[in-house]
């Protein structure tokens, strides 16, 4: 049996091949694209899917003379709810390690750096007004929360309970 699905509900859909008889599955495809879609010839020799490939770019625009815009990244990397720091930092959501984390990095694209890894669903991070501190969402716990940690991506802690959904924190 082979089925387009996820691991966890925030990665994305991959090629599986399942083997209900001793219940076991492997994963086929281990990249950042998204499969939709399955279907197998005849004599169950060769596998059709669509491969669902996002581009997204950050760009720069100054709001003084808009047709100064500039593309700041390339390729094919997920980029979510990107925000600027205080000290001109960039922080964003991606899933280009499989999990959706926060990470920073210089408005000119470089020294990328993961501040969550792996814990879940972790999107929209703000800053303090300060640059103290980092708001975000995730879904480490039973459903999304809102927390909080330290600039450097260190002390996280929840700052709301997990009885209702809550999402998009501001400062």
């Known amino acids: 049996l082979f089925v387009s699905g996820q691991y966890q509900s925030n990665d994305n859909y991959q090629i599986w091949q399942v083997d209900p008889s001793k219940q076991t599955a492997q994963k086929l495809t281990n990249d950042l694209n998204r499969y939709d879609g399955i279907s197998l010839t005849s004599d169950s020799q060769t596998l059709a899917t669509i491969q669902d490939v996002t581009l997204m770019h950050l760009w720069s625009i100054a709001i003084a003379d808009p047709k100064s815009s500039k593309q700041i990244t390339s390729g094919s990397s997920s980029y979510m ?3 600027f720091t205080p000290q001109g930092k960039l922080l964003y959501s991606s899933c280009i390690q499989g999990s959706g984390d926060i990470w920073q990095m210089d408005a000119d694209d470089r ?35 809102i927390y909080r940690s330290l600039a450097d991506g260190t002390d996280i802690r929840k700052l709301t309970d997990d009885n209702e959904e809550e999402a998009q924190p501001d400062c």
């Open 111 to 145: 020294n990328h750096l993961a501040l969550t890894k792996n814990a879940g669903g972790n999107y929209s991070p703000v800053t303090s007004p300060d640059g103290r501190f980092i708001f975000f969402t995730s879904s480490r716990g039973k459903t999304y929360s």
């Open 81 to 83: 709810d990107v925000t």
